[in-house]
């Protein structure tokens, strides 16, 4: 399925403004199979909170690498369905052309959206990777054979870099502008550290 999903991905210029972007994230029970499926948008430029949701149910599909968006994906729209202000785009925690079969969680959202969307991972991909320079800003491409299908980038001086690829309606250097634009203080960009963070405080509560 990932494999004849992928050719329906779309490298391009998006469609508008980007103004307003979504980050998303998934939270675990360590001890339970519950999860927390955040979104919150902010708005480019100021990074003023414009909307925000929270959705809470539990994983129905097991972990399986190469497969996170088979896991992750059903909570993330849940809680994209939630909000109230639609985003220009969504960055995903998460890989999107720089995964095995070029269809990572952030392409699988895209293309099911059918909205410019960017993967945004913490992890190296399964492909090589150069270190870029240790100032902020610095970048180096990833290939997937002779073909460049993402970057790591330095968001933080000397800090470890984040690994952008496109998930779908974007091209990879409006992807790497967009995210360095949008972490200017710290490693990950502002609206997936919000979705983070809320999503943690979100699970530490009952029910």
């Known amino acids: 399925m990932q494999s004849e999903l992928a050719s329906c ?11 307003s972007v979504a980050g998303l994230d998934i939270a675990y029970d360590k001890r339970s199979d519950e999860v927390v499926a955040t979104a ?23 972990y399986v ?3 996170l968006a088979f896991r992750e994906l059903p909570m993330l729209l849940r809680a994209v369905e939630a909000l109230t202000v639609e985003p220009d785009a969504y960055l995903c925690d998460g890989y999107g052309l720089t995964h095995p079969r070029r269809f990572g969680l952030a392409c699988h959202l895209g293309i099911v959206l059918d909205t410019p969307s960017i993967g945004v991972a913490k992890s ?3 492909l090589p990777v150069d270190e870029p320079g240790p100032v902020r800003g610095a970048w180096t491409s990833i290939y997937g054979g002779e073909e460049v299908i993402g970057c790591a980038l330095r968001t933080r001086e000397n800090v ?4 952008v690829s496109v998930g779908h309606r974007c091209t990879l250097a409006t992807a790497r502008d967009l995210v360095l634009e949008l972490a200017p203080r710290y490693r990950l960009p502002e609206p997936i550290r919000a979705a983070d963070h809320l999503g943690r405080r979100r699970l530490a509560e009952p029910g």
């Open 40 to 62: 919150v948008v902010q708005r480019r430029g100021d990074l003023a909170e414009l909307d925000r949701s929270v959705v809470r149910g539990r994983s129905e599909f097991p």
């Open 9 to 19: 991905v779309v490298v391009a210029e998006p469609p508008g403004d980007v103004e």
């Open 160 to 163: 470890k870099p984040v690994y």
């Open 124 to 126: 190296p991909p399964h």
């Open 65 to 67: 690498p190469g497969l």
